[in-house]
């Protein structure tokens, strides 16, 4: 059992708070991603997990065993570095093999071992090379072999493909899920690429200052996140906030910002936190670029919340994002190519919003925690 | 009968703009090289000529030369044991303040700990005494502790006086080393030592190589505090100059001869350790490698 236990771990470098009493718990062969931005202590977190940093409280477990004090070559890890850390003076085969070697195998099991490792990875033709005659992509896959060689109970992962470019990140993101299913190992990956979180982790935990955010599944992170935080941070282009206040009118509930106004349904409003918040509590509403609706003129049927100008159009291929200049705010919108070639809007042409409410979240301004699930995810979790 | 034409080693051929085409600065090439050239040639001339032709006024260029003051030095002299001391004090030195700095450098480089600038700055500044200032003092406490004319004090001397040197030149590349490269041993399983010197040493030895050499010289040319420090049982090559000074003459043949018995060991040395010496002061694994990844 290799499961990973943090409890009430705490850092600080000098007067800065690293990672400020997080408790995190990763279970036998799971996939944990600590997704945040620099300086939230994701990776010290992950360097306290793998020995190279010394909690100042707190424990950390590994197999139900406390580690927390012991030295990385006692723990039983492996671990993948930022920049690779392949030894520049030794071959391909010499870095993989290090850490059997260390461990005095016999040769010929080290060598069928590393056989073995290259075949997976598909580096059976570098073996003999050296380590400064690789691309990227291969030393990162050297990298790898020599986290996994031993089988070790937890793989750690620091950021390995932030430096690779973009067309071979995306392919490695699937390449890094696919082998931890393969080898079937506890790992904890640290990154800040969100999309890179969402596609690999079985949970996330979104973290920032040092604090645990969010520690969830991809999907309830992305549709019910527990804060402006994680709301913003997750998702591509990130979700839209505009100030607004409650307003109650003959008895329906509305949201007012600068030119505009959402109508929302009033069971979903009194299931939430929003009406014990305070009549002075101020709201945020929040809406993601997917869901918001464009519209070039005026159709039935549809309960337009404002009208703006079209600040930009950026086409992206197979989706269209619009900026919207709405009372002071911009709204971004992402809208699917057929769409945007029926809507035949352009810069600077006025246009019509629509706001779902089963689509709206609302946050309070002052503590950023979620006041108000988006009402489709709310159902969705409903049905599970 | 086929034959087997051995390939040829390509030479590396100008380019126009290379090639110098000034007659005028070959001329004041050769100007210089002889002038620098002309006062050293000057001395191992006279190191072969007799007594009576290193004294002859005007200078003579062509005459009979003689291994007079060479035998003079070694039997009058015995220049043979001030040679044996200046070897054994020289090496012994290097290895001591390299096989300490080594370890004090990487110290500076990779713990934090309080005052650590302020350390790193002093050991700099004993480098900037001149010895010059602190001779009488050295003499005094050697004096005190019986160590003056021993070989023993003059190795304690120099390694004090080089492992500034060492600390400064190495910790520089320790520092260029990344820590990420010791902490990835350790997490395959080799304990700080074993990291140390499987992965660190390794990346590192072509710079103490060239620091090493630099010791040596420095420590074999040394001569302020060889001078005052050694007596007849410890004295090294370079306050030898000195003692060919009889009353108001000087035996010019000797002192040729004096002059190259200090030079000619530190030559022999650098000329066979220069490939190392420049591979280690240009060195550069990591950047190598990082040249690898930017080719990308």
């Known amino acids: 059992m290799a499961e990973v236990l943090i409890k009430n771990l705490y850092k600080r470098f000098g007067s800065v708070v690293a990672v400020n009493h997080i408790d995190l718990d990763v279970q036998d062969r799971e996939f944990v991603v600590l997704l945040g931005p620099s300086g939230c202590g994701k990776t010290t977190t992950l360097r306290m997990v793998a020995g190279l940093e010394v909690p100042d409280e707190g424990q950390v477990q590994i197999g139900g065993r406390d580690v927390t004090y012991l030295a990385p070559r006692d723990r039983n890890i492996g671990m993948v570095f930022e920049r690779y850390a392949l030894y520049p003076h030794l071959s391909v085969f010499e870095n993989i093999s290090y850490p059997l070697r260390v461990r005095r195998w016999p040769e010929a099991k080290v060598r069928q071992r590393v056989q073995e490792v290259a075949e997976t990875l598909r580096i059976s033709d570098l073996i003999g090379r050296k380590v400064n005659q690789l691309s990227g992509g291969q030393m990162q896959r050297v990298a790898i072999g020599r986290a996994i060689i031993r089988e070790a109970s937890v793989f750690l992962l620091d950021e390995p493909i932030s430096h690779l470019d973009a067309k071979l990140r995306s392919h490695m993101r699937g390449e890094l899920k696919r082998l931890q299913r393969e080898i079937a190992s506890t790992a904890v990956l640290v990154t800040h690429d969100q999309l890179e979180a969402m596609s690999i982790g079985d949970r996330i935990a979104v973290m920032n200052k040092g604090n645990i955010q969010q520690f969830d599944r991809p999907g309830r992170i992305f549709n019910l996140p527990a804060n402006l935080f994680v709301a913003n941070f997750v998702g591509e282009p990130s979700m839209n906030f505009l100030d607004c206040a409650l307003v109650r009118e003959n008895g329906s509930f509305r949201l007012e910002a600068p030119g505009l106004r959402a109508k929302v349904d009033e069971k979903w409003l009194k299931g939430s936190k929003v009406l014990s918040a305070g009549s002075d509590s101020r709201l945020v509403l929040g809406i993601r670029p997917e869901h918001v609706r464009l519209c070039s003129g005026r159709q039935s049927g549809h309960e337009y919340c404002g009208e703006g100008k079209v600040y930009v159009v950026e086409p992206l291929g197979s989706e269209v994002i619009y900026d919207v200049e709405i009372g002071k705010s911009i709204v971004r919108i992402k809208v699917f190519e057929e769409e945007a070639k029926r809507l035949a809007v352009n810069m600077g042409d006025s246009v019509l919003l629509e706001f779902p409410s089963e689509s709206i979240y609302l946050f309070d301004k002052e503590s950023e925690k979620t006041l108000a699930q988006a009402g489709f995810a709310l159902a969705e979790e409903a049905k599970a | ?296």
């Open chain 2, 1 to 296: 009968m086929a034959t087997t034409v051995r390939q040829k080693r390509a030479r590396p051929r100008l380019l126009e703009w290379q090639v110098q085409h000034n007659w005028w600065v070959y001329l004041i090439l050769a100007a210089l090289s002889i002038a620098s050239v002309l006062p050293f040639l000057w001395v191992v001339l006279t190191a072969f000529k007799d007594r009576l032709t290193a004294f002859s006024v005007p200078p003579t260029w062509i005459f009979k030369p003689s291994i007079e003051s060479f035998v003079t030095l070694i039997t009058f002299r015995r220049m043979h044991k001030f040679l044996l001391n200046s070897l054994i004090i020289s090496v012994s030195a290097t290895v001591l303040s390299v096989g300490i700095g080594t370890f004090a450098a990487y110290t500076l480089a990779r713990f934090r700990f309080a005052g650590r600038d302020d350390v790193a700055f002093w050991i700099l500044t004993n480098r900037m005494l001149p010895p010059v200032a602190v001779i009488i003092p050295m003499f005094m406490i050697f004096q005190t502790v019986h160590l003056l004319d021993t070989h023993i004090g003059l190795i304690i001397l120099y390694t004090g006086m080089q492992l500034p040197f060492v600390v400064w030149m190495l910790r520089g590349y320790f520092e260029d080393i990344p820590r990420a490269l010791e902490e990835a041993a350790w997490v395959d399983g080799d304990s700080w030592f074993a990291a140390f010197r499987k992965i660190t040493l390794p990346l590192v030895t072509p710079a103490i190589t060239a620091t090493a050499i630099f010791v040596m010289i420095l420590s074999w040319n040394e001569y302020a505090f060889a001078l005052f420090i050694t007596g007849p049982n410890s004295k090294t090559l370079p306050p030898t100059v000195v003692t060919f000074m009889v009353e108001r003459s000087v035996e010019w043949n000797q002192l040729g001869a004096a002059c190259i018995f200090i030079a000619l060991p530190i030559l022999i040395f650098v000329l066979f350790v220069q490939r190392y010496f420049v591979r280690g002061l240009t060195m550069g694994m990591m950047r190598q490698l990082e040249k690898g990844r930017q080719a990308e």
